[in-house]
């Protein structure tokens, strides 16, 4: 692996949304996201990873 390769502190991703803890669903997701909201999800780790 080059020195480029290498992860450091930078390559961490900064949370952007609050997560409130829900113990009965997995993950804190609903069982069934309507289409708005997961498109809203969607669009937001895209424009995270991008």
């Known amino acids: 692996m080059s ?6 502190l930078d ?6 949304e609050e997560a409130h803890p829900d113990h009965k669903e ?3 997701t609903p069982k069934h996201l309507d289409d708005s909201d997961l498109d809203a999800r969607t669009e937001h780790e895209r424009n995270e990873v991008n």
């Open 3 to 8: 020195e480029n390769n290498e992860p450091t």
């Open 26 to 28: 997995h993950a804190k």
């Open 11 to 16: 390559d961490v991703m900064i949370p952007t």
